[in-house]
């Protein structure tokens, strides 16, 4: 019973952060700015755990719900909508760091090694590898939108200015 009630709980919290996360203006994230700005040593260890490997094989809520959430893939579409993906990316972080936060509820709801089981698992898998894969990501995206920027200033005619 204890299981069911922490499950509920984790399901019940999932939707809000959904409907929080989808809500929320991307204004407010900055991703140069902590808590979001990647530094180059993250970068090594999610080389080192292999996110490229393996982070399209985890569930992805644009594919579940391609109609509220941007894709994941760089298509014409997106790739001209860099800056929106990269806030999304830190809107992710911080609704898998909300519900890791807010996953500790069920040591309260099931105490003892049950709930201390449940909790690890929920934020160990649930959450924590969709953390990382946002924090992998970033920086690499920023550095696109790098590129879009360089090369666009490239294309200004300076006769035209």
């Not at 993250?42 to 644009?62: F, N, T």
């Not at 969709?130 to 970033?138: A, E, L, S, T, V």
Request: proline letters at 6%.
């Amino acid at each position: 019973m204890k299981f069911l009630r922490c499950a509920l709980y984790l399901a019940i919290t999932g939707i809000i952060a959904f409907v929080i996360g989808r809500i929320v203006p991307k204004s407010w994230f900055q991703e140069n700015r902590f808590p979001y700005r990647c530094y180059p040593a993250e970068q090594k260890l999610y080389r080192a755990l292999h996110i490229k490997a393996w982070q399209s094989k985890v569930p992805d809520m644009s594919r579940i719900f391609p109609a509220l959430m941007p894709a994941k893939k760089l298509t014409a579409d997106t790739f001209s909508n860099l800056q929106g993906m990269i806030q999304e990316t830190c809107v992710a972080e911080m609704i898998h760091s909300l519900l890791s936060l807010t996953g500790l509820a069920c040591l309260a709801i099931w105490p003892g090694a049950g709930g201390i089981i449940l909790t690890l698992v929920y934020i160990l898998l649930g959450n924590l590898p969709f953390i990382m894969i946002q924090r992998y990501n970033r920086p690499r995206l920023q550095k696109l939108l790098a590129m879009q920027r360089r090369k666009n200033e490239r294309k200004v005619d300076p006769c035209v200015l």
